[in-house]
Antibody
C-alpha cells in the first residue's frame, strides 16, 4: 500500500525559502504525477503543482514564479521549494499522488505538515 | 480563473440522504472528483471521474454529473460522515481547481 509522508521545517521566516520533502513507501515514483497541495488555516485546498516521473512539471500560475518541485528517484522522494514566503504561505502542506494527466485526481495523500511563516 | 461553487454547509438527519453540489461554467466538459476532509486528517478520495468509487469507499457514496452541476450523494448518512467535502477538476488553464468545500453536518 502506497504511503506518503511529508517532512521539513515547521517554521520559516518571512522572505526565506520553504522546503519540504515527501517520502514514498510501498511503491515507486513512476507513471504518476507527484503533487503538492496546501490548505491555509480556515480556508480551502489549493493545488501548488506537480512533477511527472519524467521530470516535467506544472505549477499553479499564481505561485509559478516562486515554486519548484523536484524528484529523486533513487531515494523515492520528491520535494517542494517555495521562495520569498510571507504569512499568506502559512498552511498545512500535503503531498499526494496524482492520477491521469487528463482528469488528474489525487490518491493517496500524506498526513500533511503545518508550516508557519513568522519571524 | 475557473471557479467551482459549493454550498458552504449541508445538514442531513442520521440515516437520511445528503446531496452536495458542485457547479461551474462548462463543468460538463470535465470529470469531477470528490474528497472527504476530516479535521486534522488528510483528505480522502471518495469519488473520481464523476461516479467511480475507490475500492475502500462504501457504496453509500455515489457521484453524478449533469450539465453544469456535479453531485456527491451520501446515502444512509452516519455520524462518521461529518466532514468537509471538496470537489475538484482538471482545468485547461490553471491545471487543478478545487471547490470551496462544503461542511456536512449529520443531525
Amino acid at each position: 500500500q502506497v504511503q506518503l509522508q511529508e517532512s521539513g521545517p515547521r517554521l520559516v521566516k518571512p522572505s526565506e525559502t520553504l522546503s519540504l520533502t515527501c517520502t514514498l513507501s510501498g511503491g515507486s515514483i513512476s507513471y504518476y504525477y507527484w503533487t503538492w497541495i496546501r490548505q491555509p488555516p480556515g480556508e480551502g485546498l489549493e493545488w501548488i503543482g506537480h512533477i511527472y516521473h519524467t521530470g516535467s512539471s506544472n505549477y499553479n500560475p499564481s505561485l509559478k514564479s516562486r515554486v519548484a518541485i523536484s524528484l529523486d528517484k533513487s531515494k523515492n522522494l520528491f520535494s517542494l521549494r517555495l521562495t520569498s514566503v510571507t504569512a499568506a504561505d502559512t498552511a498545512v502542506y500535503y503531498c499526494a499522488r496524482g492520477h491521469d494527466f487528463t482528469d488528474n485526481w489525487f490518491d493517496p495523500w500524506g498526513q500533511g505538515t503545518l508550516v508557519s511563516v513568522s519571524s | 480563473s475557473y471557479v467551482l461553487t459549493q454550498p458552504v454547509s449541508v445538514s442531513v438527519a442520521l440515516g437520511q440522504t445528503a446531496n452536495i453540489t458542485c457547479g461551474g461554467e462548462n463543468i460538463g466538459g470535465n470529470t469531477v472528483h470528490w474528497y472527504q476532509k476530516r479535521p486534522g486528517q488528510a483528505p480522502v478520495l471518495v469519488i473520481f471521474r464523476d461516479s467511480s468509487r475507490p475500492h475502500d469507499i462504501p457504496d453509500r457514496f455515489s457521484g453524478s454529473h449533469s450539465g453544469n452541476m456535479a453531485t456527491l450523494t451520501i446515502s444512509g448518512a452516519q455520524a462518521g460522515d461529518e466532514a468537509d467535502y471538496y470537489c475538484q477538476l482538471r482545468d485547461i488553464n490553471t491545471f487543478v481547481v478545487f471547490g470551496g468545500g462544503t461542511k456536512l453536518t449529520v443531525l
